[in-house]
């Protein structure tokens, strides 16, 4: 490989890691605002309901932990994302267990979800419960 292929190939690299971690960031932002409204400002919400959603918040969580492991070659500790990840999984009311707990080979399966299908499904419901 030409010097110029391994810069490019670097280059590249970085820009897939800015835009995880601006991604992961903002889906962040996004679903720890939507728990606040579902989960802080509706007490009388029944217990049902909420232990649904957060099923789908903490499959969201695992999902997006996911790419997190799948790409930490790279040292993410420079961005936000595992930062905003946390307060996510706090505002959920995750275990410290399920906080610290990472994805590896025999668990991956656990992590796989669809991100945007799960956030529809809670939105789709917290519209319901309004």
């Not at 579902?38 to 903490?58: E, M, S, T, W, Y």
């Not at 500790?77 to 994805?103: Q, V, Y």
Request: charged share 35%; net charge positive; aromatic share 6%.
């Amino acid at each position: 490989m030409a010097g110029r292929d391994i810069e490019s190939l670097a280059n590249g690299i970085k820009n897939v890691e800015k835009r995880l971690d601006r991604d992961v960031s903002n889906m962040c932002v996004i679903l720890k605002a939507l728990a606040e409204e579902i989960f802080k400002d509706r007490p009388g919400l029944p217990r049902r309901d909420a232990d649904q959603l957060r099923v789908h918040f903490r499959d969201i969580y695992r999902s997006l932990k996911l790419h997190l492991v799948f790409h930490s070659h790279a040292d993410f500790s420079r961005f936000d994302a595992p930062t905003k990840l946390k307060d996510l999984g706090r505002s959920i009311r995750l275990s410290n267990e399920e906080l610290e707990r990472r994805p590896d080979e025999n668990s991956a399966l656990d992590y796989c979800a669809d991100p945007w299908s799960k956030l529809l499904e809670i939105v789709s419901k917290h519209f319901r419960m309004v």
